[in-house]
């Protein structure tokens, strides 16, 4: 039996882990904690502009 089950909760409401072990993108996403913390009132698209700037080749889908 499950722990949502014995619980009472439904399989939807149990919260897996933000980001996998494995991450293909940690790098990208430490570039982009650090660029928040120096330009933090600043959008996504300035944020994918500087990325691209910086030698990053990556979607803007994948910034937003």
């Known amino acids: 039996m499950s722990y949502t089950a014995?619980?009472?909760?439904?399989?939807?409401?149990?919260?897996?882990?933000?980001v996998p072990a494995n991450d293909?993108?940690?790098?990208?996403r430490k570039w982009l904690r650090?660029?928040?913390n120096v330009n933090a009132r600043k959008g996504c698209r300035r944020e994918w502009a500087d990325l691209r700037a910086a030698g990053w080749v990556v979607n803007k889908k994948k910034v937003q």
């Not at 909760?9 to 933000?18: D, V």
Request: hydrophobic share 35%; no cysteine.
């Open 6 to 18: 014995t619980v009472g909760l439904g399989a939807s409401t149990k919260r897996t882990s933000e």
């Open 34 to 36: 650090e660029w928040f």
């Open 24 to 28: 293909p993108d940690a790098d990208l």
